[in-house]
């Protein structure tokens, strides 16, 4: 299959990172950003892309460059695509090898998407590498960008599980959800640092606030599973607060030690207290840790499983 990825497209995606950087940190100080920087961003990309010119994956249907297209929703290509493939790679700290990896793990989730549709779109006579129906190899510029946020958890789960927080903060939420809208660098207060202007042009606030809203995810569908799936374990969030106040008033704990032995700040714990909305309750830190904190503290083991009796216990009676 055709890569997009290649060391030459990791410094240009470098550079246009220190480039935006740069215009960010002209907007803090109260720059006259056109002034500042008289070419426009399309042709400053192009200008950087031309290092890159020789990529076959990156022409289009006649040979030619790929350029954004007209409609605000196309079905692609999409030319943005090399550079959120790049800046996923430059945020994970990863080599051009293990980059490609992931890109081909999408392109064949998406592939499969799209042969299995009633009007197929894709050409899988050569399974090494999809066409498009007419005729273009089907590439990581293919893909749009919501297949991407749908499925890039998963196979960041396998790939390196500990980088989904700095994809997320890094990338992912600096691109807008539709497929032509440009990355956007955020644009801080005097004083705030980013962790690098060349792979990760984000504070670490920043990162630490996004692995927070995927922890949140994972407790919430977590959750959920158990409500559907294993009602015998499950317990309401409502019946988790009763318990919770229960335990303190016998036990004589107070909240900031019962806070310290969950591993949860007095915030989270005053907010899980006091919401009302399920989702909240639900992907709270505080209903997943507490539980299991107070049946240890009371002694509450599992139940022992009665053992099943053997040939030998038959043949003893």
């Given at each position: 299959?055709?890569?997009?990825?290649t060391?030459?497209?990791?410094n240009?995606?470098?550079?246009?990172?220190?480039?935006?950087?740069?215009?960010?940190?002209q907007i803090?100080?109260?720059?006259?950003?056109?002034?500042?920087?008289p070419?426009?961003?399309e042709?400053?990309?192009?200008?950087?892309?031309?290092?890159?010119?020789?990529?076959?994956g990156?022409?289009g249907?006649?040979?030619?460059?790929?350029k954004?297209g007209?409609s605000?929703y196309?079905y692609g290509?999409?030319?943005?695509?090399?550079?959120?493939l790049?800046?996923i790679?430059?945020?994970c700290?990863?080599t051009?090898?293990?980059?490609?990896?992931?890109?081909?793990?999408?392109?064949d989730?998406?592939?499969?998407r799209?042969?299995a549709?009633?009007?197929p779109?894709?050409?899988l006579?050569d399974?090494?590498q999809?066409?498009?129906?007419?005729?273009?190899?089907?590439t990581f510029?293919h893909?749009?960008?919501?297949?991407?946020r749908?499925?890039?958890?998963?196979?960041?789960e396998e790939l390196?599980?500990?980088?989904?927080?700095?994809?997320?903060?890094?990338?992912?939420?600096?691109?807008?959800?539709?497929?032509k809208?440009?990355?956007k660098i955020p644009?801080?207060?005097?004083g705030?640092?980013?962790v690098d202007?060349?792979?990760?042009?984000v504070?670490k606030?920043?990162i630490?606030?996004?692995?927070?809203e995927?922890?949140k995810?994972r407790?919430?569908?977590?959750?959920r599973?158990?409500?559907f799936?294993?009602r015998q374990?499950y317990?309401p969030?409502d019946?988790?607060?009763?318990r919770?106040?229960?335990?303190l008033?016998s036990s004589g704990?107070?909240e900031?030690?019962?806070?310290k032995a969950i591993?949860?700040?007095?915030?989270?714990?005053?907010a899980?207290?006091?919401?009302r909305?399920?989702?909240?309750?639900?992907e709270?830190?505080?209903?997943?840790?507490?539980?299991?904190?107070?049946s240890e503290?009371n002694?509450?083991?599992?139940?022992?499983?009665?053992r099943k009796?053997s040939i030998?216990d038959?043949d003893a009676?």
């Amino acid at each position: 299959m055709i890569s997009l990825i290649t060391d030459e497209v990791l410094n240009a995606a470098r550079e246009m990172n220190r480039r935006d950087v740069r215009r960010a940190e002209q907007i803090t100080e109260g720059e006259d950003q056109e002034n500042a920087n008289p070419s426009s961003p399309e042709e400053e990309d192009d200008k950087i892309w031309a290092k890159c010119e020789g990529i076959e994956g990156l022409k289009g249907a006649e040979g030619q460059p790929v350029k954004g297209g007209g409609s605000y929703y196309s079905y692609g290509p999409y030319p943005r695509n090399r550079r959120l493939l790049a800046d996923i790679a430059l945020a994970c700290g990863w080599t051009v090898e293990k980059a490609r990896v992931l890109e081909r793990r999408l392109v064949d989730r998406d592939v499969k998407r799209s042969a299995a549709c009633k009007v197929p779109s894709v050409d899988l006579s050569d399974p090494n590498q999809p066409r498009t129906t007419r005729g273009v190899p089907y590439t990581f510029q293919h893909v749009a960008t919501d297949w991407i946020r749908a499925c890039i958890g998963a196979e960041m789960e396998e790939l390196d599980p500990t980088k989904m927080g700095v994809v997320k903060a890094a990338v992912l939420d600096l691109y807008g959800t539709n497929s032509k809208g440009r990355k956007k660098i955020p644009v801080y207060l005097p004083g705030t640092k980013r962790v690098d202007d060349e792979t990760l042009p984000v504070s670490k606030e920043d990162i630490e606030r996004a692995q927070e809203e995927i922890d949140k995810e994972r407790r919430y569908r977590k959750a959920r599973r158990m409500e559907f799936l294993d009602r015998q374990h499950y317990v309401p969030p409502d019946k988790v607060k009763l318990r919770i106040k229960a335990f303190l008033r016998s036990s004589g704990m107070s909240e900031e030690d019962f806070c310290k032995a969950i591993d949860v700040t007095k915030d989270e714990f005053e907010a899980f207290m006091r919401a009302r909305k399920k989702r909240l309750q639900l992907e709270s830190k505080v209903y997943h840790e507490a539980p299991p904190f107070i049946s240890e503290q009371n002694g509450e083991g599992k139940p022992a499983k009665k053992r099943k009796r053997s040939i030998s216990d038959l043949d003893a009676r």
